[in-house]
């Protein structure tokens, strides 16, 4: 095998090297990925379901503010005030926990934008290395043609010389064949 196509086996094996280590890569971020939005949708569910809580509380908190077990139901207890104390306590509370599974949820948010933004740019510095790696396969592939090219051309014109030298040999050895015979013919 000569060196120039050893050296092209060379070069493919390493394209397709770096392909599949490239296609392995983006498998493990899709899978990356899914964990990091099921992450995401796990938190907003959290808050979510805060926030519904917070309505329950809130739902709870209107009807003990109507809730008069007062003399003839005319006037609020001190039961009654503490009960609604009690359930804005809780409120409150709900809204502390809101507060910090939405800090979660957005630092989440933030992660993953900016490991979306990462990703992208690394993937950005492959496709533009496998470009120029390209690229110069290519400029290479042409020198590598444009030799083979000129090593044909002059094979070709040594063969060409060789068969003129092949007929003057042939038309000299003819001649003096033909001259032999002449002396031999005229000494007879």
């Not at 086996?9 to 397709?16: E, G, S």
């Not at 609020?76 to 005030?81: A, E, G, L, V, Y």
């Not at 502390?96 to 599974?101: K, V, Y």
């Not at 030799?147 to 040999?169: P, T």
Request: aromatic share 10%.
């Amino acid at each position: 095998m000569s060196t120039i196509n050893k050296t092209w086996v060379f070069k493919v094996i390493i394209v397709i090297t770096c392909l599949l280590c490239t296609a392995s890569s983006i498998s493990f971020a899709q899978v990356k990925s899914t964990v990091d939005s099921l992450s995401y949708e796990t938190q907003r569910q959290k808050v979510n379901n805060l926030l519904e809580q917070r309505r329950q509380k809130f739902g709870e908190f209107d009807q003990s503010v109507l809730k008069k077990s007062g003399v003839f139901g005319i006037f609020k207890t001190k039961r009654d005030m503490q009960q609604s104390i009690d359930i804005l306590k809780a409120v409150v509370i709900n809204d502390n926990h809101i507060f910090l599974e939405t800090q979660k949820l957005l630092s989440l948010k933030d992660f993953e934008k900016a490991h979306y933004q990462k990703l992208a740019d690394e993937y950005d510095t492959q496709s533009s290395a496998y470009m120029r790696t390209i690229t110069k396969l290519q400029t290479e592939n042409e020198k590598l043609r444009g030799q083979v090219d000129s090593l044909d051309e002059e094979e070709h014109q040594g063969n060409v010389w060789l068969y003129l030298c092949l007929i003057v040999i042939v038309g000299l050895a003819s001649y003096v064949v033909y001259l032999h015979r002449r002396n031999s013919l005229s000494k007879n």
